[in-house]
Structure formats: structure tokens, C-alpha cells
């Protein structure tokens, strides 16, 4: 089993920072891809920015140059750095470890996310 608690939340204006942290526990491997994603009342779920245990990243259009993910293979923690926040940036994020092959996915609890001035 895996287990994702998230971290780094809250309320912040336009133009400000926030870091999102997610820590693994459990059965999980460096192989795992890492992410995190986010939800609104009116979207579905989307991709905000994936890592690989080799450190590759994957970044949706609308945040990139903005967010920044990196991980701890160590440790196994993943973080999201994000700057220059704007009202849209608004949502539930996730955490979510998959792993390439077998495809088997885990979702943290969420963690609120409002840009706001």
C-alpha cells in the first residue's frame, strides 16, 4: 500500500508564492512517476506537472515558466513550487504516484489551493 499526505496549502494574492509538499510512505519505488494535479467545480482533473525518478519533467502549458516540481528519491517526496500565482491557478491539488507500467496510480487527500485578492 501507498500513502500520499499533502501539504502547503492556503490563501494567497495575485502574483504571490506557494510550495505543496507530498510525502510517500509505504510500498513505493523510485520507479513511481510523480505528480501532482488539480480540480475545480467546473473542470475535471488535470495534469499540472509530472517527474520521473530520472528527473524528468512534464509541465501543462498554462504553468509553465511559473511552477517548478522536484522530487527526493530518498526520501520520497515531491514538491511544487509555484510563483506568479493567478486567480485561475484556484483549485484542489493532488498528489498522484503511478507507476510506468502496471499503470497502478494513488491520490493524496487534496490540498486547497485560492488566489485571491
Known amino acids: 500500500q501507498v500513502q500520499l499526505v499533502e501539504s502547503g496549502g492556503g490563501l494567497v494574492q495575485p502574483g504571490g508564492s506557494l510550495r505543496l509538499s507530498c510525502a510517500a510512505s509505504g510500498s513505493i519505488f523510485s520507479i513511481y512517476v510523480m505528480g501532482w494535479y488539480r480540480q475545480t467545480p467546473e473542470k475535471q482533473r488535470e495534469l499540472v506537472a509530472t517527474?520521473?525518478?530520472?528527473?524528468?519533467?512534464n509541465y501543462a502549458d498554462s504553468v509553465k515558466g511559473r511552477f517548478t516540481i522536484s522530487r527526493d528519491n530518498h526520501k520520497n517526496t515531491v514538491d511544487l513550487q509555484m510563483n506568479s500565482l493567478k486567480p485561475e491557478d484556484t483549485a484542489v491539488y493532488y498528489c498522484n504516484v503511478k507507476h510506468p507500467i502496471s499503470r497502478s496510480a494513488y491520490w493524496g487527500q487534496g490540498t486547497q489551493v485560492t488566489v485571491s485578492s
Open positions: 517527474i520521473t525518478s530520472s528527473g524528468t519533467t
